[in-house]
């Protein structure tokens, strides 16, 4: 700045009358730029040297540069305009470092200096072949050597450069089997690889609904069962990529027991059950009835129900599908069993009858039957009347053999019919008693012999004798169609014996007759 140290007194070429200056110096430079110092040394002779030094004061270094991009798709080409100020001194310079990271893991660390430049250049240009995230560093005004001590500190700016690459799906999540109508939800896992600002996502899939395409989660709803595809698209600015998922649509089991039916108490049923979707077996339970059987095996879809005795008024049959594998649960269906009261009848007739006798008949009702009507097979007469329910028979006279009688009760309400009840008996006829001889007379001490008989076969006899007599030598009553005996009459006079005959055949007992025996005694003389 034209400063002198030192003064020359005003006394120009005669050194010996200068002050003389510090023989060193220490300057503080307040400003950047380049000096100039002068020395001028003389002696008392006025001979005069002088030396000249510039000397250059750098100012403090400033890094500053600005990518060309700072976002770009491989492969890149950056250039770098470097926007630090360069000194006067001709002695700036500039190192260049780059790193890579990659927390994405979609990319390798794959760079390179181009078009002859290098980490010394002042404006170098990079080839980036890899994604991810490259900091570029500028250190301005580095020491060239580790003996170049006298520069200014270096400045030091860095910048990130993004080098995105097109997206990377990492996977798709989702069912693999689902049971129909379910519905699924699909997610996808990726990477925008280091492009988020024009990241764009779509979903599509076959034959599903989706409740939303442009979300990383979607839950569709398929028509049908079936096997469908979720695909996933994503891109960025750099391109796209897709996946695909498969799931298949399970068809659910299913079940027809059969419609709801209604029959009488302890009649069979046949099933005709049907199974379908996923199931291939059904097997049948029935609650209220828990001793019912299945002709042949309760594994049949065809099978008959056998109500027990102890089942309810109303069965429930359900036809339980297996349980198939996959998410699909088994399934059932069932049908309600009614069963309605039957009406029931019994019918009570003696076993045999006697001709000319009326007959007792009893019909016992049961169930839903309140009433009914006799029948006879043969012609006769109930009284008081054939609906009455424990009236007498007569049939015609004469008649002799088997009756057949029946009861039909009323028809009940529901689906029950009418039940009858019938029963037989014999009407047997009357045996005719014959006795022979019918009276006979004997003398004292003599035998005598009756012989009985009857109009039917197989008949019984018996006999009584009157005790009003004096006669003795039979017994009282006895049995036998044949009496042979010897009487005695310790009378004076003549006296009879009655015997009294009876006759019975299939417990019919015919008219008794009575034979009379004339008892004679001996004769005595008188003196």
Known sequence: SGDTIGDSTGVG???????????????????????????????????????????????????????????????????????????????????????HSDSLNCGSNSWSFANNTDSLSFEPEFNFNGAGLYT???????????????????????????????????????????????????TAFYSACYDTLSIQRHWSSTFGTPDSLALDSITLAFSSPGNYYATFFINNQCGGVTDSLAIGVLAPPSANAGNDTTVCFGSSIP?????????????????????????????????????????????????????????????????IVTFDSNATVNVSVPTNGCEGSSIPVLATLGGTASSGVWTASVPGTFLPSNTHLNPSFSPNAGFTGNIVFSFVSNDPPGVCVADSS????????????????????????????????????????????????????????GSGSVIYDTLFNAGNADDSLLISFSVTANGCSGTPVTAVIVVRPNAVISP
Do not use: E, M
């Open 136 to 186: 570029i560093t500028l250190i301005s005004n580095y020491p060239l050597s580790p003996t170049d001590t006298l520069r200014c500190p270096a400045d030091t700016l860095v910048q990130t450069i993004r080098i995105a690459d097109s997206p990377v799906i990492d996977s798709l999540l989702g069912p693999i089997n689902i049971c129909y109508p379910d519905s699924a939800t699909f």
């Open 422 to 477: 019938s029963d037989t008996i014999t009407i047997h006829p009357i045996p005719l008693l014959s006795v022979s001889p019918p009276n006979i007379s004997i003398c004292n001490a003599d035998t005598f012999s009756f012989s009985a008989s009857s109009s039917v076969v197989g008949s019984t006899f018996s006999w009584t004798v009157d005790p009003n007599t004096s006669i003795t030598g039979l017994p009282f009553s």
């Open 271 to 335: 099933l005709s059950g049907s199974v379908g979707g996923g199931a291939t077996s059904g097997i049948w339970t029935a609650i209220g009835d828990s001793l019912a059987s299945f002709s042949p095996n309760d594994s049949d879809l065809n099978a008959i129900y056998i109500p027990s005795a102890w089942a309810s008024s109303q069965v429930i049959l359900y036809l339980n599908t297996d349980d198939p594998a996959g998410p699909c649960p088994s399934f059932y269906d069932s049908l």
């Open 13 to 99: 070429p005669w050194p010996s009358f200068w002050t003389s200056g510090s023989d060193t110096l220490d300057i503080n430079f307040t400003q950047p730029g380049v000096y100039s110092i002068k020395l001028i040394n003389a002696n008392s002779c006025s001979q005069i040297d002088t030396v000249v030094k510039q000397i250059c004061i750098l100012p403090l270094a400033t890094a500053t540069f600005q990518a060309s991009d700072t976002l770009a798709c491989v492969p890149a080409s950056i250039s770098i305009d470097n926007q630090t100020t360069t000194t006067q001194c001709g002695s700036d310079s500039w190192l260049w470092r780059v790193q």
